[in-house]
T-cell receptor
Framework: DQQVKQNSPSLSVQEGRISILNCDYTNSMFDYFLWYKKYPAEGPTFLISISSIKDKNEDGRFTVFLNKSAKHLSLHIVPSQPGDSAVYFCAASVRNTGKLIFGQGTTLQVKP | NAGVMQNPRHLVRRRGQEARLRCSPMKGHSHVYWYRQLPEEGLKFMVYLQKENIIDESGMPKERFSAEFPKEGPSILRIQQVVRGDSAAYFC???????????FGSGTRLTVV
C-alpha cells in the first residue's frame, strides 16, 4: 500500500528551464510534506517543506505547491542548474508520530 | 556541529552473521529514526527511538531485527543471522524533541554475501 507515490522515475530538463517534480498521496493524516534531495552514497538532504494547511511555500529557486483536493504536491525548481541533478524524494509526515513516508524518488538530470 | 554520524559506511557480512549499525545523533537531538532503502525504492520507516525507549517499531521485521538507543552512546540497529535480502542502505535520522528539523546521516550500505 504505497501512500506516497512519485510516478515519474526520471526527468530530464535543460539548464535554465523549469523542473517540475510531482507527488501524489492517499492519506489525509499527513501534517507536513517535505522534499529531500539525494546524491549517490549520501543521505537525503532536506530541501523544502509545506504544512498541510498551506498551498504554497517558496525558498529561493524552490517552490512547493500543495493541492489538497487532488492530494497532489509538486516541486518547482527555476531556473534549473546542473548541480540540481540528483534523486528527489517526496515525503509525508504522519501526524503526531515522527514518522515519514517516502515516495520512490525521481531522478532529475539537468543538462548544460 | 557535526551532523548525524553513521558507521560503518560500508559493511559486508556473510549469510548467517550478525550486522551492527551505529548512529550518533546530532548534538541536542534526542530522537532517532532508522530507515531502510532497498535498490530502486524509497526509504522505508523501520523504528523510532528516544533515549532508552522504543516509541514506534511498526516498520521493523518481526524477526532478527532489533534496535536500541541507550542512555549513553549511539543508537544501534542489530540484524541477526543476515540473509541476502537484508542487503540495503540503512539510514539514520535524528531530530530535537519538537520533532522538527529531521537530519539524515550518510547511511550504512550493508552487503550480504
Amino acid at each position: 500500500d504505497q501512500q506516497v507515490k512519485q510516478n515519474s522515475p526520471s526527468l530530464s530538463v535543460q539548464e535554465g528551464r523549469i523542473s517540475i517534480l510531482n507527488c501524489d498521496y492517499t492519506n489525509s493524516m499527513f501534517d507536513y510534506f517535505l522534499w529531500y534531495k539525494k546524491y549517490p552514497a549520501e543521505g537525503p538532504t532536506f530541501l523544502i517543506s509545506i504544512s498541510s494547511i498551506k498551498d504554497k511555500n517558496e525558498d529561493g529557486r524552490f517552490t512547493v505547491f500543495l493541492n489538497k483536493s487532488a492530494k497532489h504536491l509538486s516541486l518547482h525548481i527555476v531556473p534549473s542548474q546542473p548541480g540540481d541533478s540528483a534523486v528527489y524524494f517526496c515525503a509525508a509526515s504522519v501526524r503526531n508520530t515522527g514518522k515519514l513516508i517516502f515516495g520512490q524518488g525521481t531522478t532529475l538530470q539537468v543538462k548544460p | 556541529n557535526a551532523g548525524v554520524m553513521q558507521n560503518p559506511r560500508h559493511l559486508v557480512r556473510r549469510r548467517g552473521q550478525e550486522a551492527r549499525l551505529r548512529c550518533s545523533p546530532m548534538k541536542g537531538h534526542s530522537h532517532v529514526y532508522w530507515y531502510r532503502q532497498l535498490p530502486e525504492e524509497g526509504l522505508k520507516f523501520m523504528v523510532y527511538l528516544q533515549k532508552e525507549n522504543i516509541i514506534d517499531e511498526s516498520g521493523m521485521p518481526k524477526e532478527r531485527f532489533s534496535a536500541e538507543f541507550p542512555k549513553e552512546g549511539p543508537s544501534i540497529l542489530r540484524i541477526q543471522q543476515v540473509v541476502r535480502g537484508d542487503s540495503a542502505a540503512y539510514f539514520c535520522a535524528s531530530s530535537p524533541p519538537s520533532g522538527n528539523g529531521y537530519t539524515f546521516g550518510s547511511g550504512t550500505r550493508l552487503t550480504v554475501v
